[in-house]
């Protein structure tokens, strides 16, 4: 039993244990922890994900699939902390694959429309430099940029 007090609950068209497999396959200490599928009691339904309830990095979530009527929308992300330029490499090519979209400052659209912020923890560090020449640089950089490049934040 989960002691996690609020759990992200993702609602997909039909597309829920794709996802849920997607996601567990990125991230490390990841895991399926159960599904629910709809019975003959849901017309259509049947057999699609009622709930699944998967853990990325030991943070729980719940998914539906729900039908048609809700979509993503980029008011509401999960920012993923990256240290290394391989692993932000990693998830913006694994995200974006199959029909993901990029935007700009680390952020994009995985397949099924949820919004992801792929940062480096040194990008907070660079922008509150207490050379505000130095923090203005950076951040003129990054608005350049869509996948976020440490390299290019550093020389900046």
Same mark, same amino acid.
């Given at each position: ?7 992200? =609950? ?6 829920? #244990? +794709?996802?849920?497999? /997607?996601?567990? $396959? !990125?991230?490390? %200490? ?47 992300? =999960? ?6 330029? #391989? +692993?932000?490499?990693? /998830?913006?090519? $694994? !995200?974006?694959? %199959? ?58």
């Amino acid at each position: 039993m989960s002691t996690q007090k609020i759990t992200p =609950f993702l609602w997909y068209d039909g597309q829920a #244990e +794709e996802a849920v497999n /997607l996601y567990t $396959s !990125l991230f490390k %200490d990841s895991k399926i922890v159960s599904i629910a599928r709809y019975g003959d009691e849901f017309p259509g339904m049947k057999g699609k994900v009622l709930t699944a309830v998967f853990e990325l990095n030991g943070q729980r979530f719940m998914a539906i699939d729900g039908g048609p009527q809700f979509k993503f929308n980029e008011s509401m992300s =999960f920012q993923v902390s990256c240290e290394t330029q #391989e +692993e932000i490499d990693f /998830l913006w090519n $694994s !995200l974006i694959a %199959d029909g993901g979209a990029e935007s700009q400052c680390g952020w994009l659209k995985d397949k099924f429309g949820l919004s992801w912020q792929i940062i480096p923890p040194i990008l907070s560090q660079l922008l509150q430099d207490k050379d505000p020449q130095k923090a203005q640089r950076t951040m003129q950089a990054m608005l350049k940029m869509r996948k976020i490049n440490i390299q290019q934040l550093k020389d900046a």
